[in-house]
């Protein structure tokens, strides 16, 4: 029979679900979702078995611009030693992103999220950032921010010793 | 219905809604949400004349000696 307390008990077990629901974020050492599966704008370059960096920018965050000379040249330094850099834009408007690329013409990647259905599923905390994959699909790096020289040679730091791994 | 058995349910829901109140993801404005924040017409200093005058009347209040800048007595005709 339904009583009181059996009422009780379903709303805390739903404030217990919700909560675990609400904090469904990526986490390190755990599997990076697939990127195929949020329909991105634009073709995915393959990465398959390779380490990966995904940053996460937009056309009107100004840490992201400053970032992309950085991220140029380190895809063309390593992506011969099996790294990809995939920059995910978060630009719901297309004419800015295009404006962007064409103007900046990056040496990796960049599609576009444009129904912001990734960038909501993996929740970044600040613009840009960036999440190092592993060869594996396994999330080893999270990144916030871009501040210059100093985090760029920690991440690539990071990811040649992530390419270095068997 | 006993008034106790409605403590447990109060609570639960007091619970709740005080759990709303400390959660920011409930209420915040995402980081890839921004766009329109970050637009230049957002800024408070997109107008140099509106700027002008801005100060002139900040300079000018409350008899604020020196305003944001240099010195003066506050009667905004410097």
């Not at chain 1, 949020?38 to 611009?65: M, N, Q, Y």
């Not at chain 1, 444009?114 to 613009?127: E, F, H, L, R, Y």
């Not at chain 1, 920690?154 to 270095?164: G, Q, V």
Request: proline content about 7%; overall charge neutral; glycine content about 8%.
């Amino acid at each position: 029979m339904w009583s009181p307390k059996n009422t009780s008990l379903a709303c805390l077990l739903g404030l217990v679900l919700g909560a675990f629901v609400a904090s469904a974020e990526v986490k390190v050492g755990a599997p990076f979702p697939e990127l195929a599966t949020f329909s991105l704008e634009g073709s995915l370059p393959p990465h398959e078995g390779r380490v990966v960096l995904i940053d996460f920018w937009a056309t009107w965050c100004a840490p992201c611009k400053a970032s992309f000379p950085f991220y140029s040249a380190l895809q063309t330094e390593l992506a011969p030693l099996g790294f990809t850099l995939i920059a995910v834009s978060v630009d719901k408007k297309a004419a800015p992103f295009d404006e962007f690329i064409k103007r900046f013409a990056p040496a990796f990647a960049t599609v576009r999220d444009s129904g912001q259905k990734m960038v909501a599923a993996i929740q970044p905390p600040a613009m840009p950032t960036c999440y190092l994959l592993d060869r594996h699909g396994v999330l080893r790096l999270m990144h916030s921010g871009f501040h210059g020289d100093a985090d760029g040679q920690k991440l690539r730091a990071e990811i040649i010793k992530l390419i270095e791994e068997k | 219905m006993k008034p106790s058995v409605l403590i447990l349910p109060s609570i639960l829901v007091a619970c709740a809604c005080a759990g709303g109140c400390s959660t920011t993801k409930l209420v915040r404005v995402q980081p890839w949400e921004r766009a329109t924040l970050a637009d230049y017409t957002m800024r408070s200093d997109r107008d140099p004349l509106h700027t002008a005058m801005s100060e002139h009347i900040y300079f000018s209040r409350e008899a604020s000696s020196g305003g944001r800048g240099v010195g003066g007595s506050g009667c905004g005709c410097n």
